[in-house]
């Protein structure tokens, strides 16, 4: 089995102001053909399976090049285009090939490009021909257009937000593919579209157990693989939304009945899977109330991993304005900070204006006589065997509050974006951290409770208050009934 597989993936919050240039993919990983690491990395699940296959099954595996960027705005066209250039340029010097392995986020957006996962994958199969099977692993927080759709064969997304399942997806992946490619199975897809916009964390009830309920679906009557696209929310592209994929051995009707069936039953839940978010206020009441343990408040409308600047004040002022103590919050993208924090040398203190850089939902810098804690240079932290560079990295002491400032925007993910600088969670009250769900697989076991907060930010969790311009209408919650 002759494979090619490569990797492209960022996540455009189409909102944001921060450009996603040829740096953001090469700060975060940028591997040419041979380099990739001897480890998974967040989007090269399908390499990882490939290499497993080359050691156990005899396939020559051919790398291209594997890169991701940390979520920003819009991808500037000039660097897309040579990324994808690079990729297929390289898929032709390996032709002919048996099978294609692809590593995508599915939510990329670039400049005169609204899919350009959807690009890509239609420039693939101009090269390899109808007859090569052409598998896909993407992110749930994807837009699953028509046109990927029609150029890929069979895709697959991630089942658990956090995603903790990259590799078992990629391993699904290279199974179905290479069962199409021996002619074993013929898979095809079905899609319904929820006509809603939403979030489904599976680290709790109700979507902890549809998730179970569809992984104990596959595998039977004829079910390859069942995805939720749970959607991107801050991308304001025509197809962006939740829509349920199933794929089936050659069984069409059964798979789009399924599909449906599926998808209305995730409408239903659509009040219930959301967490219940909290005032700023409120959630600081019920930490503060709490005797037993340690409290994880998240902050997901200051979440990088959505494309968030990372340095919004507005939970820290509160915390400060009421006196609390014996807390954490993290991280903060200030590379000036962090920069006059090295300078100044640890134990120094020192009056620091810090965060509330960016932009208006950034709220206004925090001007405060901080000690300097602990610096460690180019902190790397660990998520699911994956490795995350914060850049240097600084532990600051301000009134009884320790703060993580970095200067990579990076969001919290890894408990030890605290540990690694110093910082005892053991002996905090509460914890702050920028991030949506993805610090649940770290953070849920050491907490006592988990709060979510709904904070002023880049990011709103109250759909509604984006200004959406360009997506498909009717879609709940900015249309009470989208099926009316």
Known sequence: MRCFTAALATETNTFSPIATSRKTFEDRFYYPPGTHPDRPTGVTGPLWAARKRAQTEGWTVIEGTCTSAQPSGTTVRRVYEELRDEILEQLKEAMPVDIVLMGL???MVADGYDDCEGD??????????PDVPVGVELDPHCHLTKQRLAAAD???????FPHTDFVARGEELADIVEAMARKRVKPVMSVFDCRMINSFPTSRQPMRGFVDKIMGMEGK???LSISVAHCFPYADVPEMGTKVLVVTDDRKEFGDALAEKLGRELWDLREAVRPEFLSIDAALDRASARNDGLVVLADPADNAGGGAPSDSTFVLKRMLERGIRDAAIGGFWDPVAVKLCFDA??????????GGKVGPASGTPIDATVTVT?????????YQGTVSRMGDAAAIAVDGIQVVLIANRQQAKSVDLFTGLGIDLAQKRMVVVKSTNHFFAEFGPIAAEVLYIDAPGAIPRDFTKIPYTRIQ????????DPWG
């Open 105 to 107: 986020h599915g939510a």
């Open 345 to 354: 040398g640890e134990g120094a203190r020192f009056n620091l204006r810090f």
């Open 473 to 480: 209408r009717p879609k709940w919650p900015l249309d009470a």
């Open 374 to 382: 602990k610096l460690v240079p180019d902190l790397r932290t660990t």
């Open 154 to 160: 069979v895709i697959i997304c991630f089942k658990e």
């Open 221 to 223: 009557d004829g079910i």
């Open 120 to 129: 890509i994958l239609a420039r693939i199969r101009q090269i390899v021909g």
